[in-house]
């Protein structure tokens, strides 16, 4: 068994921990160590015949408070592609951190509202951002 360090997801590969002040309460949710099958049946009697693979794959949702445009920036530093990203995550059913490649559907970024300050000559413009779910999933 490990030892929990505080955090629930790094970035492997710029060594960034996702800052947990900005989860929602509840806001880490995981199915690790998931079994896959191949050409799993059932017979003839109704019984199952699993042919489980070695390979484990785990599956995180992540739900954020609402975002501040460092906040957002901040998200897209630990997760900086959608397509893979090689993270270390607190997994549950081994009491370790663990790591593994993983892929994150779509993204809905939803502008909540945009507030104009600085000067009427020089105006500066500062987005917030509603909350947002994410689902890491491992190849």
């Not at 199915?31 to 049946?41: F, K, V």
């Given at each position: ?11 492997n590969t710029n060594n960034t921990i996702l800052d ?23 017979d003839g009697d109704g019984k199952l015949h699993r042919n489980i693979l070695s ?85």
């Amino acid at each position: 068994m490990g030892t929990f360090q505080g955090y629930l997801v790094k970035n492997n590969t710029n060594n960034t921990i996702l800052d947990n002040s900005i989860l929602a309460e509840e806001g880490y949710k995981s199915n690790p160590d998931q079994q896959t099958d191949e050409d799993s049946y059932t017979d003839g009697d109704g019984k199952l015949h699993r042919n489980i693979l070695s390979h484990l794959r785990s599956k995180i949702w992540i739900k954020t408070l609402e975002l501040s445009e460092t906040n957002k920036t901040h998200i897209q530093t630990v997760f900086p592609s959608r397509t893979t990203v090689n993270i270390t995550y607190w997994n549950d059913e081994r009491n370790d951190y663990v790591s593994g490649d993983f892929y994150i559907p779509d993204i809905d970024w939803v502008i909540k509202n945009i507030k104009v300050g600085g000067t009427t000559s020089n105006p500066t413009y500062t987005r917030t951002y509603s909350a947002i779910d994410l689902t890491l999933i491992e190849y």
